[in-house]
């Protein structure tokens, strides 16, 4: 039997998919961990996303520059490794002060591969020849559709060893599996098209010098800039306390990974139909930031739906709601960054994307975790889904024309 010819877009979809599809089953270990286990509040929650966010701010443009200026491939095995250390520490030991340094350790990991993965297949299929950016565009709802699928493996698994064993023990498990991911890395991908900007005599400052020029000279970038603030100042709130909404709702503590590992699953299912249909959308030459707009607003009614109630059946329709479309936005905004980016500089750009976020994140993590204290959740989680209605505004900013 014939060996199949080596294939980028095939080993970006399985390799990239796959460390995804692994994250979905840690974050139901770490919800279960901090909000039963270790019963925080929500300020400590919120501390917790603001260690990770301002290690991505710090980190998150250095890694990029570097991986233009090296090596995509050895970013993303670095990612891999200090990823899955971030995981082995977080569940290490339960006192509070001890595990929010992993945090820091996670988001460092992260930035190697923010930016890094799309940068390497785009450059690896534009160098073959026969990729569009449109192809581009729907290869990275694909690879995020089998991140998806991967976890509704992962999920029921996590479910059932966790049930069997202990929570703590199955995130040890994955955190060993993460860092493995990285020897899959070096194995399977190949850096054939790629000129490190070291080899044309860039150095650090002049790649992000032209990085930052390429952001402030294209207007679509600019606007999705104010896109990704307003999103993600907002989705801090829902990635950090919606599930303490949802488990305070329905009174639920006893069975609680059994009870949010279902609400995953549900999350899994309607993310993998929410980036089928987004996929078929851009089939259609809908464009990127028309998707996006619409996308945003779905999420805007779902957040509200999940703010408005404290009847846990609706709080997770809501949730499903805004969950599915913020997933199938990853990818969206993914291509519309990787559209409008210079080759050279692209891993840098897609990092300045990942800077924005975290900026975001942070201060909307500590200003809404403050108002959560004060207030309640479901004030903080209104708030948020407002801020996702502003981004859908801000979306319409890049919509090109249609031909």
Known sequence: ??????????????????????????????????????????FELVLLGTVLETSVLLAETPTGVVADLISRKRSLIIAQVLMGIGFVWAVASTNYWVILPAQAMFGIGWTFRSGADTAWVTDELKGIGDHTDDDLE????????????????????????????????????????????GLYFHLNLREEHFVPGMHRERGFFETLKDGILAVRSAPRL??????????????????????????DGGGIDDGSLVVLGILFIALAFSGLAANAVAGRVLESNFGVARLAVVLLFVAAVGGALAAITNIVVVIAMGYMLQDSTREALWPVLEGWANRDAPSQVRATVHSLMGQATAMAELVGGLTLGAIAELTSIPVVLGIAAALFGLSSLLATRGVEPRH
């Open 1 to 42: 039997m014939s060996k199949k010819p080596y294939d980028p877009a095939r080993v970006f979809v399985r390799a990239a998919g796959l460390s995804e599809g692994i994250e979905w089953a840690f974050w139901l270990v770490l919800t279960v961990w901090w909000i039963v286990e270790l019963n925080l509040g929500p």
């Open 138 to 181: 729907r290869l990275l709802i694909r690879k995020h559709r089998f991140g998806i699928a991967v976890a509704l493996v992962t999920l029921p698994t996590t479910i059932i060893v966790g049930t069997l064993t202990s929570v703590r023990w199955v995130g040890l498990g994955i955190g060993i599996i993460q860092i493995s991911m």
């Open 222 to 247: 600019r606007a999705l800039v104010l896109v990704i603030v307003a999103l993600d100042m907002g989705s801090e709130a829902f990635d950090r306390l919606g599930y303490k909404h949802f488990l």
